[in-house]
Nanobody
């Protein structure tokens, strides 16, 4: 059974940085396509960033956020710089088998709040 556990969220001021972490257990990290999603209050969950060899980013975070992974530690990270109030959301780590389109494994989420 694959488990994902996020950490690193918090309350910061606009312009600050945070690094989210996602610990993956139950399967080797390199087996999965990994991503971060987020959901703001009253909004649908949205894609933030993905890594599977190459990296992909939502337009709203490109140039400010960086997704990375450490296969030796089975960890995925999301470095978030120049945070804006619009980045306030619950951030979720997700994993998908390479042959699957949908992300089938999700963490419980970590809250990020950016004050103006």
């Amino acid at each position: 059974q694959v488990q994902l556990v996020e950490s690193g969220g918090g309350l910061v001021q606009a312009g600050a940085s945070l690094r989210l972490s996602c610990a993956v257990s139950g399967r080797t990290l390199s087996f999965f396509r990994m991503a971060w999603f987020r959901q703001a209050p009253g909004k649908e969950r949205e894609f933030v960033a993905q890594i599977f060899g190459d990296t992909y980013y939502a337009t709203s975070v490109k140039g400010r956020f960086t997704i990375s992974q450490d296969n030796a530690k089975n960890m995925v990270y999301l470095q978030m710089n120049s945070l804006k109030p619009d980045d306030t959301a619950v951030y979720y780590c997700a994993a998908a088998r390479p042959v699957e389109v949908e992300y089938g494994y999700w963490g419980q989420g970590t809250q990020v709040t950016v004050s103006s």
